[in-house]
Every structure is written in C-alpha cells, then in structure tokens.
C-alpha cells in the first residue's frame, strides 16, 4: 500500500513543481514588462512627438513654398524691345508685384519708346500696371503723351502699350495740342513708337481739330 502512496506523492510534488516553474517564468516576465513597458511608452510617445513636430515643420515649409512672395522694387526700371529691335525703359518710383497674378503695379511710371531714335515718345501717368507676360504697358490715370519731335502733347484716361509692337492705343478719349494746333477725339492710335498717330471718333464723339495759322517772317 505504500507504493501507490508514494507514487501520488511524487506526481504531486512534480505538478507542485511545475507550477512553480511556471509561475516563476510568468512572474519574470511580468517583471520584464514592467521594466519595458515605460521604456516602450516613452519611445512610443516620442516618436509621435516627434512626428508630429516633423509634419508641422513640412507644412510650414509646404506652405511657405506654395505661398508667392511680393516684391516691391523702388526707383527702378525695366528695359527692352520691340520686335524691330527698338528699345523702351519703363522707369517707376516704385513697383509691386502682385504674388497672385505677377503683375507689376506701377506708381508713378515713365515710359520712354524710340531710343535712340529721330524722336523718343515719353509717356507718363499717375499709375500702371506691367504685364510682363503679355508684354503689355496699362498706363492710367493723367496720362501725357509727349513727342519730342514735333513738340506735340496728348492728355488721355488711359493708354496701353504693347512692347512687342511699340503701339500705343487708347480709348478713353483724348486731346492734344502742339505747334500745329488741338485736336481731340474718342480713341487714338500711336504707332511706329511715336512717327505716326491716328486719331478716331465714334457716334457724336468725333474728332475734333483747330490748326494754327502759319507764321510769315516778314
């Protein structure tokens, strides 16, 4: 009767065993993880951190990239020709450029075409707006015209040049005066960077002129 006795004993004392091995694997690694776990709970929350300062960092570099900047240029010019090879210089106070369009907004602009020339034709005006990429001259408003040849002087809302052709045309109305006399009208049309200039009337708006009598040198 011993023999059954001691046999139970002994698988007894091995399931003891066992469950104390079991129990001591589990308890090292429950202290294990509680040495890891804020270990890894620091990493963890470190590299989100670290995350997100990364992607605020790229968008402000996103955004400063896809937002245009203005530029402001001050008593300077821009220099060029037309498709002849005459040359212009639009000189300015200032010039903005606009971040959206990229247009130049003038103040204070002075447009000089035909250097160099028989005649230089100057246009100056309160304000404009260079539009490089047309390469077009909106001059605007109390626009003056002078042609240094024959002396004569235009006054108009508005004149556009195309610096490609060297024209100047306008449609706000006019009036000039010279050596010659006045004329006004509804539109003109300055071409050859000032050698010709055609004025026209539209509806009751004609075109209008006095011509000064010539002088005797007697």
Do not use: C
Request: aromatic fraction near 6%; glycine fraction near 12%.
């Amino acid at each position: 009767m011993t023999e059954p006795t001691n046999t139970r004993e002994a698988e007894d004392e091995a399931r003891v065993h066992a469950t104390a091995v079991a129990f001591r694997t589990r308890s090292r690694r429950v202290q294990l993880l509680r040495r890891l776990l804020p270990v890894l709970i620091v990493v963890l929350a470190g590299g989100t951190l670290s995350w997100i300062v990364l992607r605020t960092v790229m968008s402000d570099v996103e955004r400063s990239a896809e937002t245009p900047r203005e530029v402001t240029l001050e008593n300077s010019r821009f220099l060029g020709q037309d498709a002849q090879g005459r040359g212009f210089v639009v000189g300015f106070k200032r010039a903005v450029r606009d971040p959206q369009t990229g247009h130049f907004k003038l103040v204070a602009p002075a447009l000089r075409l035909n250097l160099g020339g028989r005649k230089v034709t100057t246009l100056t005006a309160d304000g404009g707006l260079y539009n490089e990429a047309a390469r077009t001259v909106t001059l605007g408003p109390n626009v003056k015209v002078s042609d240094g040849g024959s002396g004569f002087t235009l006054v108009t809302p508005e004149a556009v040049v195309d610096t490609r052709t060297g024209v100047v045309t306008g449609s706000k109305g006019v009036q000039g005066s010279g050596p010659l006399g006045t004329v006004s009208a509804s539109s003109y049309a300055i071409y050859e960077q000032g050698e010709r200039v055609v004025f026209s009337g539209s509806g009751d708006n004609k075109v209008r002129g006095t011509i000064n009598p010539a002088r005797s040198n007697g």
